[in-house]
């Protein structure tokens, strides 16, 4: 006999083994824990349990109504780690060191992309595409 605990995810009501809530919560925690600071911490978060949620629905039916231990490991792991986010990529905006309103371009960092010459419609190979 193992004991069911009842969980409210995005306003569905899922019933798990206790392992399985165990789990889940951990994970859960986990994830608070590796986006403490981020602004839309609380939207991630909410986005998450929506993705469970939408893991759990199709496992239940009308002679089955708990998620099994087994079943929530399966989907926390399809759900992957949760990784920190790295902060802002060089060049894409505030203190990137890119210019405001300047295409991003690789070979030459806060610089547009080259023009082809004057009458040459570009997109060759190795060439630019004309604006």
């Not at 193992?2 to 889940?24: C, H, M, W």
């Not at 894409?92 to 030459?108: K, L």
């Not at 010459?117 to 997109?123: D, R, V």
Request: aromatic share 4%; net charge negative; hydrophobic share 35%.
């Amino acid at each position: 006999m193992n004991k069911v605990i009842t969980i409210n995810l995005r306003g569905t009501a899922f019933q798990l083994e206790e392992s399985g809530y165990d789990a889940l919560r951990a994970y859960l925690e986990t994830a608070a824990a590796r986006l403490l600071g981020n602004p839309d911490q609380e939207e991630i978060l909410s986005d998450i349990e929506w993705a469970i949620a939408e893991k759990f629905r199709p496992l239940l039916g009308n002679h089955k109504t708990v998620v099994v231990t087994q079943e929530v490991t399966a989907a926390l792991a399809e759900m992957g780690p949760i990784e920190a986010d790295p902060g802002p990529a060089p060049n894409s905006g505030a203190g990137g060191g890119g210019t405001p309103g300047v295409r991003a371009n690789p070979e030459r960092p806060g610089k547009s992309p080259p023009r082809p010459p004057a009458g040459h419609p570009g997109g060759c190979i190795g060439c630019p595409r004309a604006p």
